[in-house]
Nanobody, 121 residues
């Protein structure tokens, strides 16, 4: 079984910064792509950033130049550094990973429980 646990959300003023972390636990055989998504009230969940196992990244246009995704493969952890936060960045942020367990060696998509990022003065 694979679990994702996010941390680092909270309240920040516009222009501020936050760093989200997501640790993958369980009997992990391998992790492919990892990413961050967000969902604001009344809106659909959207991709924020994704990073492959080889370190290739992709960002939503709305966060390019402000957010940075990174991962530590030794720790099975993905990070999202968020700078110059705007009120429109306020949402619940979800971690996502394509992970395979030792038992099955099959990749499945796993989601974290979400962490709230609030941007307000």
């Amino acid at each position: 079984q694979v679990q994702l646990v996010e941390s680092g959300g909270g309240l920040v003023q516009p222009g501020g910064s936050l760093r989200l972390s997501c640790a993958v636990s369980g009997s992990i055989f391998s992790i492919n792509a990892m990413g961050w998504y967000r969902q604001a009230p009344g809106k659909q969940r959207e991709l924020v950033a994704v990073i492959t196992s080889g370190g290739i990244t992709n960002y939503a246009d709305s966060v390019k130049g402000r957010f940075t995704i990174s991962r530590d493969n030794a720790k099975n952890t993905v990070y999202l550094q968020m700078n110059s936060l705007k009120p429109e960045d306020m949402a619940v942020y979800y971690c996502n990973a394509d992970a395979a367990t030792i038992a099955t060696r099959r990749y499945i998509e796993v989601w974290g429980q979400g962490t709230l990022v609030a941007v307000s003065s």
